[in-house]
Every structure is written in structure tokens, then in C-alpha cells.
């Protein structure tokens, strides 16, 4: 079992930033990526960007790419592998509950069917 706790989020106003956290625990030496999906009122879970553990490889949906930065904790600051969402220049249509997941075997991986660890969850609003 793997357990994701996520951390950051809140409000911004358009064109600013916040940063997510993803802190894997449990039998996290066995996951190949920590991935962001977000899911807005009304609309289905949507990829948002992946990390992959072997080699740091990093991959982003389109209506993020070149806005979402992925990096991962310096390890001298966490004891568990800890990924972090920079987002910058935020938009309206970023608004949505973001979840971090692991636990699928391949790498970039879009379908959140295929993941088996979830995080609860964090609350993302972009307004002015």
C-alpha cells in the first residue's frame, strides 16, 4: 500500500502562482510516478502532469505545458518521496480539485483508471 498526502493549493488570482505537494508514504519505493489529475464541477478527472521516479522524467498535458513546472523535494528536507506542482500564470480554467496518484505501471500514463493510490484531494480557485 501506498498512502499520497497533498499539501498547497488555495486561491490565486489570474496570472499567479501556487505550488501543490505530493509526500508518498508506505510502500513508496514501489511506484513509478507520482501523477496530477484535476477534476473541475461538472467535468471528468483530467491528466495534468507526471513525474517519473527512475531518471526524473517529467511529462504535461498540453493546457499546462510550459505553465506547470514538476520537481522533486530535495531529499535532505523530506523522508519521503515528495513531488511538487509549480504552477504559474494561472487561469480561471485551472480551477479544480487536483489529486495527486501513483501506482500505475506505465510511464506517461493519462488514465486515471489505471492508478491505484490516490491522494484526498486539494482545492484549487483561480479568480480576480
Known amino acids: 500500500q501506498v498512502q499520497l498526502v497533498e499539501s498547497g493549493g488555495g486561491s490565486a488570482q489570474p496570472g499567479g502562482s501556487l505550488r501543490l505537494s505530493c509526500a508518498a508514504s508506505?510502500?513508496?519505493?514501489?511506484?513509478?510516478?507520482t501523477t496530477w489529475f484535476r477534476q473541475a464541477p461538472g467535468k471528468e478527472r483530467e491528466f495534468v502532469a507526471s513525474?517519473?521516479?527512475?531518471?526524473?522524467?517529467?511529462?504535461?498535458?498540453?493546457a499546462v505545458k510550459g505553465r506547470f513546472i514538476l520537481s522533486q523535494a530535495r531529499l535532505e528536507t523530506t523522508v519521503n518521496p515528495t513531488v511538487h506542482l509549480q504552477m504559474n500564470n494561472l487561469a480561471p480554467e485551472d480551477t479544480a480539485v487536483y489529486y495527486c496518484?501513483?501506482?500505475?505501471?506505465?510511464?506517461?500514463?493519462?488514465?486515471?483508471?489505471?492508478?491505484?493510490?490516490w491522494g484526498q484531494g486539494t482545492q484549487v480557485t483561480v479568480s480576480s
Open positions: 508506505g510502500r513508496s519505493f514501489s511506484i513509478v510516478s
Open positions: 496518484a501513483s501506482g500505475s505501471p506505465d510511464w506517461p500514463d493519462s488514465d486515471p483508471a489505471k492508478y491505484l493510490y
Open positions: 513525474f517519473r521516479w527512475a531518471g526524473s522524467g517529467t511529462y504535461y498535458a498540453d
